[in-house]
């Protein structure tokens, strides 16, 4: 070939334009030219235009995803179960005392008494996650104290137990930790503040009977000093000597008059409670009632008188968040729906629908709070057991039983058996009525609290003759008519339910686990595992150093235990 010439099917350089090289491919390919036009240019233009537009609209599909995923789950960085990063509030809900079936009691007594169709169901409901299996060291039947101490711990332990072991040495909690972390902490109940679930998570001792000591050491005079920053609840009376009035301390020291030890500010009523405003100073000691807050059903018409635990709820959640606005760590609260439990014992639906309700709006608090707050949060709730065997069915008599439950029956109830037979106490010790006169009063009192129409006289003559039985016998006779069912009046061994605001963040948690895994939970969740060790092995080391008499208590022995558990189940507890 001579030099300067080109082979023939040689193509040329991009220099040419793209119909010339399309021209010589038809030519070898036998096939004719397509040349292409001023439109279909503009329909290869429209293709890219629409193929940008698409990867645009894409890209924001894609981001607008992630800002939504992030607001709808802003309560854990992953929905996947990982622990947050940063910093965090853990609402740790129990409702001492109640049960499955008491979901299905108040569920009924709520569609029945709003006229709600049968598939309205309670915010709890909404929230189910799992169950926890609740039996202590000593018993297949747990007490609230081995319930709360395998909350605060992690560890099981025996019947009586405050955050101590079955070899009666203490164990770290949970919130002590927290506060040695640096969060914030805070404790809302309904019973005694110094009652076995929140004594378990700032207080060591070795029966639960020792209420004196746990309040000294919930307001810092222990022997880690002050760990909780926010107390609402009941109790007064073990923060005042016997001296004083409303005081009940085996001691005259008057622990209210030395709270300005440790910076508490104190308030004791309604008004002082609705006077905090949106300024809250903590720490913070509410104490609202000498012994326990009344029941729901009772409260509701002295409103005047005590907070709701919703009210309690939502002030002491504004005023952590508002305390740890600044700062890296947030808040750790503990809130107890306590006295389900004492409906459970006093055998009393019309009791007990009021304050699963009271803790079921107290929920929705939380819930709300978690919503709107900035700052990452997770609600956990459980029970630390259950208690009276509830069941909403009922046999009679010998005859094939009929199946049917009656939450009318509840509706009529405007009072508790408790308030009712307080009532009674008073009359007889007031006015010395004959027994004559006994029968028109109590048929009275009881159709006007009770709501209950045809008292028979066996009854009423059962409540002349065994007046210090008077709150589990008018509780049987309103039992009876709504054919509620109890098999103790005292705890059972029943499975009880797991609850979270979140469920991907509390995925640790699903289905059946022992309540030592809720306690594990919380301390994981939190990130205070090495805290927890740290307080442990300080609780220790100074209870070798003291011989821990003067704030861990003796060694009880299992005489002193029953003692313990007998006053619990006293007819007359809180009324004495």
């Not at 409260?299 to 606005?325: F, G, N």
Request: proline share 5%.
């Amino acid at each position: 070939m001579p030099r300067g010439q080109e082979p023939l099917l040689t193509r040329r350089p991009s220099s040419h334009n793209d119909e010339r090289a399309t021209e010589e491919d038809a030519l070898l390919t036998g096939q004719r030219p397509i040349r292409q036009s001023s439109t279909s240019r503009w329909a290869r233009y429209r293709e890219i235009a629409l193929f940008v537009w698409g990867l645009i609209a894409t890209a924001a599909v894609i981001i607008l995803a992630v800002v939504y995923q992030h607001q709808s789950s802003k309560t854990t960085p992953d929905r996947h179960g990982d622990r947050p990063t940063g910093k965090r509030n853990l609402v740790f809900m129990v409702s001492d005392g109640m049960g499955p079936t008491s979901l299905a009691l108040t569920r009924g007594f709520k569609q029945y008494v709003n006229a709600l169709p049968w598939d309205d169901t309670l915010v709890l409901d909404k929230h189910f996650i799992g169950n926890s299996r609740t039996r202590s060291s000593s018993s297949l039947v747990t007490d609230s104290a081995a319930g709360a101490t395998a909350f605060s711990c992690g560890h099981k332990s025996y019947n009586g137990a405050i955050s101590v072991t079955p070899d009666h040495t203490p164990c770290g909690s949970v919130m002590e930790a927290a506060k040695r972390a640096g969060y914030t902490t805070g404790l809302v109940v309904t019973t005694r503040i110094t009652d076995a679930t929140p004594a378990c998570f700032a207080s060591h001792v070795r029966t639960r009977a020792m209420e004196d000591q746990i309040a000294e050491q919930l307001i810092g005079n222990g022997p880690l000093g002050r760990n909780v920053d926010l107390i609402f609840g009941g109790g007064r009376c073990h923060f005042l000597p016997n001296t004083t009035a409303g005081g009940c301390r085996a001691d005259g020291r008057d622990l209210i008059a030395n709270a300005d030890e440790h910076d508490w500010n104190y308030i004791s009523s309604r008004e002082d409670f609705d006077n905090l405003g949106s300024s809250v100073e903590l720490p913070l000691l509410g104490l609202f009632a000498p012994t326990d807050i009344p029941f729901e059903i009772d409260r509701r018409h002295v409103d005047d008188d005590y907070p709701s635990l919703e009210e309690m709820t939502k002030t002491a959640l504004r005023a952590l968040s508002d305390a740890t606005k600044d700062s890296e760590q947030g808040f750790f609260i503990m809130i107890e729906g306590s006295r389900i439990d004492h409906a459970g014992h006093n055998n009393d639906p019309a009791a007990q629908v009021h304050e699963v309700l009271a803790y079921d709006r107290a929920m929705q608090a939380v819930l709300d709070f978690l919503e709107e707050d900035d700052t990452e949060g997770l609600m956990v709730a459980t029970s630390d057991h259950e208690t009276g065997g509830l069941a909403t069915a009922r046999q009679l008599n010998v005859d094939y039983p009929e199946y049917l439950w009656y939450p009318g029956v509840l509706a009529n109830a405007t009072h508790s058996a408790e308030h009712t037979a307080r009532l009674y106490f008073s009359h007889l010790s007031a006015s010395k009525p004959s027994k004559a006169d006994l029968p028109k009063y109590l048929t009275k009192l009881i159709n006007d609290n009770l709501g209950i129409k045809d008292v028979t006289r066996e009854e009423i003559d059962y409540l002349i003759e065994h007046p210090v039985l008077s709150p589990w016998t008018m509780s049987q006779i309103i039992s009876k008519r709504s054919q509620t069912g109890w098999s103790t009046h005292g705890h059972s061994a029943v499975d009880v339910n797991i609850y979270s605001s979140n469920r991907h963040a509390s995925k640790k948690l699903h289905g059946n686990h022992e309540n030592t895994e809720v306690g594990e939970f919380l301390r994981w969740y939190l990130n205070v595992e090495d805290e927890m060790k740290e307080v442990t092995k300080e609780l220790k080391d100074k209870l070798e150093i003291s011989g821990g008499e003067s704030w861990l208590g003796a060694v009880p022995s299992q005489e002193d235990l029953a003692v313990v558990a007998s006053h619990l189940m006293s007819p007359q507890r809180g009324f004495d």
